[in-house]
């Protein structure tokens, strides 16, 4: 395994060499840098380790960089950051640490390199290599994890019990490498996150929640959610998933799994999108069915409503795993909302009407949602994906052709909710929203045609009706 380093990377790597010799301290790149560059993967960051003071390394390897970039420094953490051109690069002291069972933090005294890669989650990302000019180049393997690298294997240093009950966010950065680099987490060290599983309750959400999102913009978010699952730790973060595993059978009707359904959701969608919000609509398109699952006598399961529920349940779940509130929250809850909707216009007779109002209700989103509704069929009967995938493509047509005639997309209703404010000398109430939704709803399905006139005559009569005049009559 070779790695192959950018005449800027070489350049930059042997200056830090130069001035660590000065202080007479080595310097090591170590970590996700060197694990990566053997793995010829895409690295924007490195991890330098040395035997002397961090930051004073950081300080001295910028003063001899033309323009001398900024040093961000965390003196507490003996951590420094330089960012030279476009690469990142972070600087730390070697350390050792030791986890006492009644302190979640553990003890951190200054180190050797050997003591530094003790600490390191996984033998593929203990690896380091020497930035000394007395052996530059040369890389320390002390776990053997170039053999686990060509193995494809995810495994700890030392006992994974340990490992995993030190730091348990350990636990979930296992099955992001295993989803990332297409790994397998050996037996071993799989059973232990399984045994320490319910450990993940003391990390922070947030940090859970940024080990999943690195799962969801994988290639196949699949591998990790089912490694989350039958690890037992999605149970602890997000039991309304959870809740969609499993197939019940009654009079001998039975129901998919939804869970192994979404994933195969989540991946059909992956293969076209890496849009991360649109893999989250994918992950909860139908995570309102275990509420609204019933059994009709004679007819079977069913899950009426499951998109309107799902909707619902968006915000409360984007809450409890520290999702981004406001607009991304707003968007994965209006596709989960929408997401029966084009399969529905699919199986029924399409009216022009329907297009509208789909085409109103979707706006911008139309495409993602499109998207979302082919990721969503899974059925294994090939002639039956061939004749769905071709109603959505008589749906997409159709809609582009009412899209043409009748431009819904960004359109605005011809007299606004202010307006009829003005118009008769009204305060925000109910009625503007009747009015309002009347004019719309009369437009979008074609009973009067999309303009000034045939809207204003629409609202005064309606408006006589709730016993409103216009203002200046
Ligand atoms: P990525 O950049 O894709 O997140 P990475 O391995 O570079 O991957 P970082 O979080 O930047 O991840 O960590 C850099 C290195 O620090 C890792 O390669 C690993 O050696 C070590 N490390 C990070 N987090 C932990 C941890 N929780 N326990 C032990 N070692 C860790």
Redesign the pocket.
């Known amino acids: 395994m070779d790695i192959v380093c950018s005449q800027q990377e070489l350049h930059l790597f042997q200056i830090i060499g130069k001035v660590a010799a000065v202080t007479e301290t080595e310097c090591y790149l ?4 060197v ?2 560059k053997l793995l010829g993967r895409a690295t924007k ?1 490195a ?1 330098i380790v040395t035997t002397g003071d961090g930051i004073a390394l950081a300080h001295a390897v910028a003063d001899v960089l033309k323009p001398r970039p900024t040093v961000s420094f965390f003196k507490t953490f003996g951590t420094a950051h330089i960012r030279y051109r476009d690469f990142d690069i972070e600087f730390v002291g070697a350390r050792k640490e030791s986890y006492r069972t009644d302190s979640r933090k553990p003890d951190v005294t200054p180190g050797t390199l050997r003591d530094d890669q003790l ?4 033998t593929i ?2 690896l380091a290599i020497s930035l000394n000019s007395n052996d530059f180049g040369k890389l320390t393997d002390p776990f053997n994890g170039i053999a686990d690298m060509q193995e494809c294997l995810i495994k700890t240093p030392l006992d994974p019990d340990i490992t995993f009950s030190d ?1 348990p ?2 636990m979930m ?1 296992a099955i992001r490498f295993a989803t ?1 680099l297409n790994f397998k987490i050996i037996p071993e060290t799989f059973e232990a996150i399984r045994r320490n599983a319910g450990r993940i309750k003391i990390i922070s959400q947030e940090r859970i929640t940024d080990e999943l999102n ?1 799962i969801m913009a994988a290639k196949k978010p699949s591998v990790g959610l089912h490694l989350l699952y039958i690890s037992g730790l999605l149970e602890y973060f997000f039991p309304q998933f959870v809740a969609l595993a499993g197939a019940e059978t009654r009079e001998g009707r039975g129901h998919k799994d939804n869970f192994y359904h979404t994933l195969q959701v989540i991946d059909n969608l992956a293969e076209k999108s890496d849009n991360l919000w649109l893999r989250w609509a994918a992950l909860l398109h139908d995570i309102g069915k275990p509420p609204s699952k019933r059994y009709e006598e004679g007819h079977g399961w069913t899950f009426h409503g499951h998109e309107v529920v799902g909707e619902r349940m968006v915000p409360k779940i984007f809450k409890q795993l520290k999702l981004p509130q406001h607009d991304k929250m707003k968007y994965v809850g209006k596709l989960v909302g929408l997401h029966m909707r084009p399969t529905c216009l699919a199986k029924d007779e399409i009216t022009d009407s329907a297009m509208r109002r789909l085409l109103f209700d979707a706006g911008e989103d139309l495409e993602d949602l499109m998207t979302l509704c082919e990721s969503d069929i899974t059925s294994k009967n090939e002639a039956k994906v061939k004749r769905y995938m071709a109603n959505f493509e008589l749906v997409r047509q159709r809609l582009i052709a009412v899209e043409e005639k009748d431009k819904i997309r960004n359109w605005q209703p011809p007299i606004s909710g202010d307006d009829i404010m003005v118009m008769f000398n009204i305060t925000p109430s109910r009625e503007v929203g009747i009015l309002k939704n009347c004019i719309r709803d009369a437009i979008l399905d074609g009973i009067i045609p999309n303009n000034y006139e045939a809207a204003l005559a629409l609202l005064l009569e309606k408006a006589a009706e709730l016993g409103l005049h216009k203002a200046d009559a």
């Open positions: 170590i970590g996700g840098f694990r990566d960051d991890d600490r390191r989650d996984f990302n203990a730091d966010l350990r950065r990332q690195k």
